[in-house]
């Protein structure tokens, strides 16, 4: 798994010239109507308090109740030794240069 997530990296980063990438880690309303309005779309004021809305719920929450809490951290604590191993060796180089 680790060795796939490092080439798919090599691959996004190869391939970059003409697109914007965006961590998970800075993805929030904000970016998103920025986003927008790079593709030349200026949302009303509405869709703005509506995207900021929808942001903040767990979006696996059929319901749509539950506030969206990171687990990021929990899971990168409860992997093994190997998966971090894995991960240290084959996806991280590439993940690091796709976020420089």
Do not use: H
């Amino acid at each position: 798994c680790a060795r796939v997530l490092g080439r798919f990296f090599n691959e996004a980063d190869s391939n970059r010239a003409n697109t914007s990438l965006i961590n998970y880690a800075q993805l929030n309303s904000n970016m998103i109507v920025e986003l927008i309005r790079s593709f030349g779309i200026e949302p009303s004021i509405s869709e703005t308090v509506t995207i900021q809305d929808v942001t903040r719920l767990y979006s696996k929450d059929p319901n749509r109740t539950q506030t969206f809490v990171s687990d990021s951290e929990s899971k990168r604590s409860s992997a093994s030794p190997l998966v971090i191993e894995m991960a240290s060796k084959w996806a991280i180089p590439s993940y690091e240069r796709l976020n420089t």
